[in-house]
């Protein structure tokens, strides 16, 4: 049997809504971009993301948005200042990094593993195996 179509009902949703062109990010987002990552001092916006980390969040979209940013964070330091951004984190910090840090392996972009790698060597060898353990042990994940 047919169904009638005369109906104008849907025509009243607007699509164009969920267009990727028209997505907007999370205010949380901004809030990060907007506390020092873009006037050069590249160890306090890792600082910054690193203590904001939503790491108890339940929303996935909000955990998937802090990872672009401190991605874009990481990518964004030269390999020379990689040691002392480390060296300026606490143990938490770290632990939080290397989190992050295998994050980013799981969705490479094209440059980010090498770039990872190198992270990972310098928060390796401030922290140790013990931070690797924890990270894989942890529940909470970022």
């Given at each position: ?78 390999s ?17 990094l ?9 969705t ?35």
């Amino acid at each position: 049997m047919a169904k009638n179509t005369s109906s104008s009902a849907f025509r009243k949703i607007d699509v164009d809504q969920y267009n990727e062109d028209n997505y907007k990010e999370d205010d949380c987002v901004h809030k990060f971009l907007n506390q020092s990552f873009f006037t050069g001092k590249n160890i306090e916006a890792l600082k910054t993301v690193l203590r904001n980390a939503p790491i108890s969040s339940r929303n996935q979209m909000v955990k998937d948005a802090a990872l672009n940013v401190v991605m874009q964070v990481l990518l964004s330091m030269k390999s020379a200042q990689i040691e002392e951004a480390v060296n300026a984190l606490d143990r938490d910090h770290l632990d939080i990094l290397m989190k992050y840090i295998y994050r980013g392996f799981e969705t490479p972009s094209e440059g980010s593993s090498g770039q990872l790698l190198a992270w990972h060597e310098k928060v390796h060898a401030v922290a140790g195996v013990g931070c690797i353990v924890r990270v894989l042990t942890d529940k909470k994940r970022v």
